[in-house]
T-cell receptor, first 113, second 114 residues
Framework: GESVGLHLPTLSVQEGDNSIINCAYSNSASDYFIWYKQESGKGPQFIIDIRSNMDKRQGQRVTVLLNKTVKHLSLQIAATQPGDSAVYFCAERWSGANSKLTFGKGITLSVRP | NAGVMQNPRHLVRRRGQEARLRCSPMKGHSHVYWYRQLPEEGLKFMVYLQKENIIDESGMPKERFSAEFPKEGPSILRIQQVVRGDSAAYFC????????????FGEGSRLTVL
């Protein structure tokens, strides 16, 4: 069946360093992938997404990499800041328009000052 | 531009009572999704609705849970005869028609069952 999982439950980084959060997915039919950030007591916020016809996409300080060969997704955050401390979720969609997203368990990013 | 609005933000119920959670999607969005999040866990899909229609309820428990999205008014997630295991954050998300991008989430409703 479909599943989305994250390799590590927590990640602690020094302020100013780069962060890399990894995610594995198992459904080769997935064609859309997305990263959300969730701060304590709040709803998930969109960070960046990527479609299966791409292998890299960049935003402001964030980059998402997609490796379809090994079904791996990663989120890179440059110059990590205290405001980046949150739980990060990857999610996938495999059924086209307006279908549900399937989420992984989440990883906590803690930024040390 | 108001985002996805959920209410109540916090709800306390005793075992056996009913909980009703409401979700108003973003303007122009006709698709609503409900997710449940247990403490220290990810978001689990529950149900996907369009106006007056349930599209996918594969994540809904078979008993006590129901959802609707009427022609007028918010979407409602209803939990009857709540038990302690229903304590969780319930998130609603919305999207416009024929959309293949992200889901837009509300701030969630946190249900505590005593």
């Amino acid at each position: 069946g479909e599943s989305v999982g994250l390799h590590l439950p927590t990640l602690s980084v020094q302020e100013g360093d780069n962060s890399i959060i990894n995610c594995a997915y198992s459904n080769s039919a997935s064609d859309y992938f997305i990263w959300y950030k969730q701060e304590s007591g709040k709803g998930p916020q969109f960070i960046i997404d990527i479609r299966s016809n791409m292998d890299k996409r960049q935003g402001q300080r964030v980059t998402v990499l997609l490796n379809k060969t090994v079904k791996h997704l990663s989120l890179q955050i440059a110059a990590t800041q205290p405001g980046d401390s949150a739980v990060y979720f990857c999610a996938e969609r495999w059924s086209g328009a307006n279908s549900k997203l399937t989420f992984g368990k989440g990883i906590t990013l803690s930024v040390r000052p | 531009n108001a985002g996805v609005m959920q209410n109540p933000r916090h709800l306390v119920r005793r075992r056996g009572q009913e909980a009703r959670l409401r979700c108003s999607p973003m303007k122009g969005h006709s698709h609503v999704y409900w997710y449940r999040q247990l403490p220290e866990e990810g978001l689990k899909f529950m149900v996907y609705l369009q106006k007056e229609n349930i599209i996918d309820e594969s994540g809904m428990p078979k008993e006590r849970f129901s959802a609707e999205f009427p022609k007028e008014g918010p979407s409602i997630l209803r939990i009857q005869q709540v038990v302690r295991g229903d304590s969780a954050a319930y998130f609603c998300a919305s999207s416009p028609p024929l959309y293949t991008g992200e889901l837009f989430f509300g701030e969630g409703s946190r249900l505590t069952v005593l």
